[in-house]
């Protein structure tokens, strides 16, 4: 893998999943890259969305199940 993409989330399931789905429509071939997630303390189903998800990249899926801080989360 030679990129790493991170995010952080916490409840925003809407956009986490255009941000998937616009990965996945990059012109980057998808041996490149990850993608890893820390679900921070998330309540909207974020977590679960993102261990049933296989989109064509990496993906790791993190759950803090203590809201972090934003610099902790980060």
């Known amino acids: 893998t030679a990129l790493s993409v ?3 989330t916490h ?9 998937l789905s616009a990965l ?3 012109t980057l071939l998808p041996e490149a890259f ?4 820390l679900a921070n303390a998330c309540t909207d189903g974020t977590l679960a969305y993102l261990q049933n998800a296989r ?5 790791t899926a993190l759950g803090s199940a203590t ?7 980060r």
Do not use: C, F, H, W
């Open 34 to 37: 990850e993608l890893i997630v």
């Open 24 to 26: 996945a429509e990059q």
């Open 6 to 8: 991170i995010t952080v």
């Open 67 to 73: 809201k972090l801080s934003a610099g902790a989360a």
């Open 11 to 19: 409840d925003r399931l809407d956009k986490l999943t255009r941000k």
């Open 55 to 59: 989109p064509p990249y990496r993906l």
